[in-house]
């Protein structure tokens, strides 16, 4: 009989065990997930090599949960050896005729961050390798931001919950029942364990299984997500030196060419894959491809099997080839290939941190913003599951579970 059992082994639930861990080491700890090699039907969103951090946030509640995780990023490193962060720095950019330049340099102002403002021409002499639109003007932050290896992140969290003494099963969780003396977890591969306290960090995947009583179902649209990944050889590397992450918000049509602006795209500075290549990643801001309903439309947009549309499916990577060929000309774009993932979203725009029943906890949806504040995400539901104090300036309102008007049949 475990105290907690943890399921889910991606970026939530790898940082609540390592903090759990660390701080009840008298505590019987057991986390269930399956590994990226395991995982053959059960896929992971971390499966990538880099996710855009920064201190700057527009929102308060990310604002903070953000810059408590970047706090500990330097601890962790010297705790468990290799570097997961990568201090490049980012740079916002929108057009002249938008907000989104002038709000980056009032909330920098607010937050006392430092940044430099650049106007058309400063952009282009300062980014040689961006090629950007003639009314582009954007904030560039130098520190407090850069990207994160979700890969290594996810494993040095396990390297430390295990050395704290938690128990790590790699295995995929099939059923969870309640009875008077605890949880029951089957999994899989057959084995039956034992909790008193459960907390699901499973995203997309929580509905898909027998994990949750069927009222409980929560309130999440699933989004399909599609990066670009150009190969950069490695005699170009060196023109990249120093580039930095990179958000691009323009203004809809709906607008007229005016007022508020949403995320275009987002571009990560070469970095090399498990393959040995580097690669320059390009994701796409709104634009969703397919509509993520059931638990095969997942498994087929993780694996690109058997799409539903084949027209919406080649409408997105042709939307971020024009990106590329856009921002990076001089690149040889037929050196490529994309990656797919599906995010968790919730209405508030926050994840759910809360407890369900009284030993029952969720800690699920990151909002396609998880990887940089997993740790304190992770921190505040280890906290919760196991009944400490909230510990945090962010009141756990913002993260109250909502359960699902209308069952999802998945």
Known sequence: MYDVCIVGAGTLGSAAARHLAETHRDKRLLLIGPSEKQGINIHGAYYDEGRITRSVDPDPVWLEISQQSMKRYSQDHKNAGDVFFHEVGWVGVGSSHGDYVESLVQNAAAQHSPCLRLAGPALRTRFPYFNFLSDEHGVYFSSGAGYVNPRIMVAKQLKLAKQFGADIKDDIVSSITEDAGGFTLNTDDGQVFQAQRVLLTTGAFTSCRALLPA????????????????????????????????????????????????????????????????????????????????????????????????????????????????????????????????????????????????????CLAGNGRAAKAADEIGRMAARMIIGDTWGSKVKPEHFHFQAAKIQAKL
């Open 215 to 362: 009222p409980l179902r929560p309130d999440i649209e699933l989004q399909a997500e599609c990066v670009l990944l150009i190969e950069v050889p490695s005699h170009k590397l060196q023109q990249y030196t120093g580039m930095p992450c990179m958000l691009i918000y323009r203004t809809g049509k709906e607008n007229n060419g005016a007022g508020k602006q949403s995320l275009q795209a987002y571009i990560l500075p070469p970095i090399q894959y498990p393959d040995g290549k580097f690669y320059l990643k390009i994701g796409h801001g709104k634009y969703r491809p397919v509509p993520i309903n059931t638990a095969e439309d997942i498994h087929q947009w993780y694996t690109h099997t058997g799409m539903r549309s084949q027209e919406q499916e080649l409408s997105v990577e042709q939307y971020l080839l024009n990106l590329a060929q856009q921002y990076f000309p001089s690149l040889d774009l037929s050196c490529h290939q994309f990656a797919y993932c599906v995010t968790a979203h919730t209405p508030s725009g926050y994840p759910y941190i809360d407890m369900l029943t009284q030993g029952l906890g969720v």
